[in-house]
């Protein structure tokens, strides 16, 4: 099924705290990819030309890569492709060498995409949202993002953000909450969730449900509208959004209008077919989600617990649902799956996989047409259900 945008996506970029950037989306698409075999018709040798001596693109605005394709990846999108070879420059360490500690200070796909921009000369347009800092309740605060103008009520979206509930900011996943914000028209409750080995399961996951509550009860002094509320979530972020719709259920509790899960951890099992196909993937890989799994656990026992392996949960009763994949992932598998039993459970299920990606592709917007896209599915399905 096809999504018509109903106005031009603008593109945006999102400053974060540090000073740098963060990217959003441009001129989106109006169609959204279908579920298609991977890598139909990729060349495999590089064919973009290097960048000048100043480290610029000799067209401005133009993303190519400079290597040839990635044995991983033979069908990668060229614009992908750029992200990651920008990515592969900062010689980070595979997380399995490192502590948590050590690993979140490593740049990461977003600093990439940014990288990538100055290297195409991307300029950073105007941003239509304020931002504030707020607190939420002892160890959880959030970034709020509200539309410039207007009196609202608006539409809420309780975001969750990434980094295998071990790394990562609100400042990583600026680009994706930006966009949202803007694009639909929504408040946006970025929520700053604890993170393991610190705080062990189910620490992020019961983090996340209380922020949603604290959004319902107070989203009227926001100027949001308590009845339009939607969760996103990608990746660490897609599991614990779809497990706060799971809690609202079992408690009883207003369930969201709509939940759009980003290429979200739905599973544990790390045989699955995509795991055993992306052993060497970036940025994300099978031995880096082991990691993460470690991480936050505080036994094995823990990874078969259906908060975690979402794909054994109940998920009867639940709110419609955006399932976005990435092509070159380890969570593609569990995410279909996801998608077939939710389908299976009665829920209206939109799923899409995007061929050529790599996990965090979504926030990639400025750079990866395919982020264009998918961020364009995910906004018209959002608006259809908050209207």
Known sequence: ??????????????????????????????????????????????????????????????????????????????????????????????????????????????????????????????????????????????????????????????YYHGGGWVIATNDTYAASAQALCEQVGAIVVSVEYRKGPEHKFPTAHDDSFAAYQYVLKNAASMKGDPNKIAVVGESAGGNLACNVSIMARDKKVALPKYQVLVYPIAGSDTNTPSYQANTETAPLNKGGMEWFFKNYQRTAADLKDPRI????????????????????????????????????????????????TTHEFFGMAAVVPEAKEAQGVAVSDLKGALK
């Open 309 to 356: 392996n979402l794909v054994a949960a109940n998920l009867k009763g639940l709110e419609p649902t955006t399932i976005i994949a990435a092509d070159y992932d380890p969570l593609t598998s569990e995410g279909k799956t996801l998608a077939d039993k939710l389908t299976a459970a009665g829920v209206k299920t939109n799923y899409k996989k995007y061929d050529g």
């Open 1 to 158: 099924m096809k999504h018509p945008i109903r106005r031009p996506l603008a593109l945006l970029i999102a400053p974060v705290l540090t000073g740098g950037l963060l990217l959003s989306s441009c001129n989106s698409s109006t169609t959204s990819t279908e579920t298609t075999t991977p890598g139909a018709t990729a060349d495999t040798t590089a064919t973009a030309a290097k960048p000048d001596s100043a480290g610029m693109a000799s067209t401005p605005g133009e993303v190519k890569p400079t290597m040839a394709k990635p044995a991983w990846g033979p069908n990668i999108k060229p614009e992908m492709q750029a992200v990651i070879e920008q990515l592969m420059s900062f010689n980070n360490k595979p997380f399995p060498e490192l502590t948590a500690a050590q690993a979140r200070k490593q740049p990461s796909a977003a600093d990439a995409a940014m990288k990538q921009m100055r290297v195409s000369g991307i300029p950073a347009p105007p941003l239509n949202c304020d931002t504030m800092t707020m607190k939420l309740m002892p160890g959880v605060s959030a970034r709020v993002y509200t539309p410039k103008g207007g009196a609202g009520p608006f539409p809420v979206i309780v």
